[in-house]
């Protein structure tokens, strides 16, 4: 079995479809996903019933990320609608319309609801990699890591793992790039998909590495290659 993580998807069903199509996936193998499937793109239902589905089948391992929590606190009444909205909410809402125009949070599926709320992990780890939205406090072991380390910081400031394992995260978006950002020790595979940037699928074994945007373009290359 092989393990593919995918970064932050926002809602870009487009960039999503496009790898899935493209990238030599097997029954086989597993896609870890690192979180923030919601938000800011246009097509978060069915971002999240793709992942939903996956997950069902047994071939997806779908993590939490801060948008995941910020749309659950916004629906739920523990943090202002309007805040939830300036990061992304209403693309959110409106890809739930029933007539394709601006949302509410009624709209928003239940089962979706309930899948974000119960399902998502905070982390995941293999015997060589730990799989996490934003980061790890390297002071603490993962049964310890707090809110802030693993669904906000940002990759600036991580630090190695002292279990010698290599981290896998998103959440801090290689905007200028457009490419993962490799310190060996950890990688960030949040590509600004929706942006103007690409959504990135890696092979966490062999370092190859696809992307995929909303204008349906594709390309493929090696964490090696980068450094050259």
Request: glycine share 8%; net charge negative; aromatic share 10%.
């Amino acid at each position: 079995m092989r393990l593919f993580a995918i970064g932050d998807i926002h809602g870009c069903f487009t960039a999503l479809q496009t790898l899935v199509e493209k990238v030599p996936l097997t029954t086989q193998d597993q896609v870890i996903t690192l979180g923030d499937y919601v938000d800011r793109g246009p097509d978060t239902r069915r971002v999240v019933d793709w992942v939903k589905d996956r997950t069902a089948s047994g071939k997806c391992i779908p993590l939490r990320g801060n948008h995941e929590i910020m749309l659950l606190e916004a629906l739920n009444g523990q943090m202002r609608m309007s805040d939830w909205i300036r990061f992304g909410g209403q693309e959110t809402l409106d890809s739930y319309s029933p007539d394709s125009g601006k949302g509410r949070p009624d709209d928003v599926d239940l089962e979706h609801l309930r899948f974000l709320e119960q399902e998502l992990l905070p982390y995941y780890e293999t015997e060589s990699h730990i799989f996490v939205h934003a980061s790890v406090d390297s002071r603490f072991s993962l049964k310890q890591q707090t809110d802030e380390a693993l669904y906000w910081r940002r990759f600036e400031a991580i630090t190695p793992s002292p279990s010698g394992k290599v981290i896998v995260c998103g959440h801090t978006s290689q905007r200028k790039t457009g490419l993962p950002l490799d310190h060996g020790y950890a990688v960030c595979i949040d590509t600004w998909a929706c942006g103007s940037g690409w959504l990135t699928c890696l092979d966490v074994a062999t370092g190859q590495f696809w992307q995929a945007n909303q204008r349906g373009d594709f390309r493929t290359s090696d964490l090696s290659c980068l450094a050259l």
